[in-house]
């Protein structure tokens, strides 16, 4: 049995925070630990030739309907960001450059509620919005900002964006097992038949 399975997200995609209840259930129920993966999702996009689903309108509608029905399923609350396509480069490179697994997880379930699980969601893109988050959150405020900026932490999500399209990722939120890829929230069921 595999005991850890790759979470690759970016916080602009709108059905990444989907996957949160989903992978803490895969969690308990397999003893496998979720690891988390920032990478930037408009460079796998523009390096895999990838458009988001909303530039289709078709698509777009019909996503607008069906993300509803998949929070509802997965039991959380869900609110389209006004702000989308947000910016998230600053955010996903704090993320990246939090040492500690745990509480960089808990920064990275506080940005995806705090962008898409709450009636009046933060724009990631602006620093005060960010700032915001992180008050809200317990976080050291500047100690995040500093982290946003250290060109270490930009080179991180590079590599691990490049990483991530090497392997064969196209969009998010991607999971592996071993390897293998599985692409979607709804595809966590298969997730966990393959770390069984």
Sequence with gaps: ?????????????????????????????????????PMFLGGVMQATGNRPPGTVPAKAAYMARDIQRCAAHVGIPFYMNPAFPVNTLAALRATIGIADKAEQRRFATACFNESWSVPQPLNLGDPAHL?????????????????????????????????????????????????????????????ERALA
């Design 1 to 37: 049995m595999a005991r850890s399975f790759e979470f690759f997200f970016d916080y602009a995609s709108a059905t990444a925070p989907l996957a949160l209840p989903l992978i803490a259930g895969i969690e308990q129920r397999t003893g496998a630990e979720a690891i988390f993966r």
């Design 131 to 191: 700032a915001q988050m992180c008050e809200k959150h317990g976080f050291d405020t500047a100690q995040i900002a500093a982290t946003a900026t250290d060109p270490a932490n930009k080179d991180k999500l590079k590599a691990q964006t490049e990483e991530a399209v090497a392997r064969g990722v196209f969009g998010a939120p991607s999971f592996f097992v071993d390897g293998d890829l599985f692409f979607g929230h709804d595809r966590l069921d298969y997730v």
